[in-house]
């Protein structure tokens, strides 16, 4: 029996067993009244068969994993031969603050470090400028110079830990100082090995921590690029993200396809500058949400990792299965966490941080149950970190590569989501482009347009959140909440203080004018700051510097 007659069988056996199966059962006990689909709006069947499946070639949409087009994974063992890296992200108060809550998270079996910085630090200010006053340390740490940087890294060997940091508009600064504290700890640039997110794009997007227009700061990612390349060669340049996206209320979908356009647009944004793709497209990584809708999500990120590698291969022309790879690291969602019933919480990170585990995550951090009250407690984020370890020692899920893979409902989603997020590129395409498309205001609106969507399903009870519009109580919140000590501010701003009294002024001046007059020109910027930062010069006094030269970004408001 060939292929055709062994579907045609099927199908006639899925025909009789609706008729005489299905149907007499529906009549005695009908399923339940709700919309069966995902965030997409992708509809859920009720029985997924090798009919979902009949046009996939094994080889072609599957293959192997650690080989193209990687859907199962990009590497060929997966966890058999090393875990994701287990990153919790942190930061508040000032550097010494922070430092005492990464040393007791790597004593607890943390493998990564993933750093949160304060408003301030991402938009470019000093502690002691009139626009960060009340915001000094409150969402994350504070860092106004190498000192900082040098107190938040003390005692952490960054030849053995590798770090994330959350940062877009100011990232080539922040990556500047660690470049010199680990010049400081005698760490050679080629032993240094971490992510700066630098995503500028779906600041524009999402997510609002932008200082400069458009070029300036594609010009700052492309030199980051360009540096990482040449001296960083186990550093990730960017991680493109939609987790913000996702968190602005995007759907599943919406999230692939306006990630990976924002991907897109940076490699041709670094090929206009004569770089070689395949000498810098490795160093592309990727950052997603983690969401509640467990088969979506390894779904999606299975379907990203498709295209990805689709897109560099044949609309990039690049040539080394490492510029083809799509790594990633998740996020369980924090938009999801409910102040209500806020042990429920633990449960939702669970399940998010499982199907990021299924989806083949690269590293993964899990939200505490106490974010939706306020930045985590010690306990509350050690829970998160147990989370994780155990899903990684206790579940067996690690065991196997893509353990999920060959699901007749996972592989038609994966399809399903790829087909819809492959449309979306065409249409940005169409428009010219991924600024083209957010300098229309398109992609800001399907967002706007898919949260509103969310938020009215949610009032109107078709989408239930436990605790929150269905089995609710009116039992009080009682679990301790983490608040940032306001004398922290007066703290930092005094030992600011301290920074632009001791150091050598004339030489920060001369940095300061060095990287004044690069700016102006093409050179790239990032041997400049470095020397500026080495010089104590601070982000508030570099952004200024940068901002006379470049401007500031206005936001079109979309309606």
């Not at 990564?112 to 006053?133: C, E, K, N, R, W």
Request: with cysteine.
């Amino acid at each position: 029996m060939d292929e055709a007659e062994r579907l045609e069988q099927l199908k006639g056996e899925f025909d009789a067993w609706q008729v005489e199966t299905l149907q007499p059962t529906l009549k005695r006990a009908p399923e339940r009244k709700r919309e069966f689909q995902t965030s997409s709006d992708i509809e859920v069947k009720r029985l997924y068969t090798p009919l979902d499946l009949s046009d996939n070639d094994y080889s072609d949409r599957l293959g192997f994993p650690g080989r193209y087009p990687f859907t199962r994974g990009v590497q060929p063992t997966m966890y058999r031969g090393r875990l994701w890296t287990m990153r919790q992200y942190a930061g508040f108060g000032t550097a010494e603050d922070t430092n005492r809550r990464f040393h007791y998270l790597l004593q607890q079996g943390q493998t990564g470090l993933s750093v949160a910085f304060d408003l301030p630090t991402q938009i470019g200010y000093d502690s002691d400028d009139p626009m960060a006053a009340g915001e000094v340390g409150k969402v994350g740490v504070a860092i106004d110079s190498l000192t900082d940087m040098e107190a938040l890294l003390r005692g952490i060997p960054l030849d053995r830990v590798s770090t994330s940091m959350t940062i877009n508009a100011t990232a080539s600064i922040l990556l500047a100082m660690y470049v010199a504290v680990a010049e400081q700890q005698g760490v050679t640039p080629d032993k240094i090995s971490g992510t700066v997110q630098n995503d500028i794009l779906k600041e524009y997007i999402a997510r609002g921590t932008y200082i400069f227009p458009p070029g300036p700061s594609m010009r700052l990612i492309t030199d980051t690029f360009a540096y990482c390349a040449a001296q960083l060669p186990r550093w990730n340049a960017i991680s493109v993200s939609g987790y913000h996206i996702r968190e602005a209320g995007s759907t599943a979908v919406q999230e692939v396809a306006f990630t990976l356009a924002d991907g897109i647009a940076y490699v041709e944004a670094a090929i206009a500058t004569g770089l070689d793709v395949d000498r810098f497209a490795s160093q592309l990584s990727f950052f997603f949400n983690a969401q509640n809708n467990l088969l979506e999500e390894v779904a999606k990120y299975r379907a990203a990792r498709r295209l990805w590698a689709t897109i560099m291969r044949e609309r990039f022309k690049a040539g080394d299965p490492r510029s083809w790879m799509l790594r990633f690291h998740a996020q369980t969602s924090g938009v999801s966490l409910t102040a209500q019933q806020p042990e429920n919480n633990a449960v939702r990170v669970a399940l998010q941080a499982l199907a990021a585990v299924l989806g083949g995550a690269q590293s993964l951090h899990t939200n505490s149950r106490d974010e939706a009250l306020g930045l985590p407690t010690e306990e509350a984020v050690r829970l998160a970190l147990r989370t994780q370890q155990i899903i990684a020692y206790e579940s067996g899920v690690a065991d196997t590569v893509d353990p999920l893979g060959g699901s007749y409902c996972l592989e038609a989603l994966t399809d399903r989501i790829e087909r819809e997020a492959s449309a979306y590129l065409e249409k940005i395409d169409a428009m010219g482009g991924t600024l083209r498309a957010i300098e229309a205001g398109f992609i800001q609106r399907e967002i706007q347009e898919a949260a509103y969507r969310e938020q009215r399903a949610t009032e109107e009870r078709r989408r239930i959140v436990v605790g929150l519009n269905e089995f609710a109580t009116a039992d009080p919140v009682t679990i301790p909440v983490f608040a940032v000590d306001p004398r922290l501010e007066v703290e930092q701003r005094a030992k600011l203080n301290r920074v632009r009294g001791s150091r050598d002024q004339h030489r920060a001046d001369k940095t300061l004018e060095a990287l004044g007059r690069a700016a102006r020109g093409k050179e790239n910027l990032l041997p400049l700051l470095i020397e500026a930062v080495k010089a104590y010069a601070t982000i508030g006094e570099i952004c200024s510097v940068l901002r006379n030269i470049f401007g500031e970004h206005r936001e079109t408001v979309t309606i």
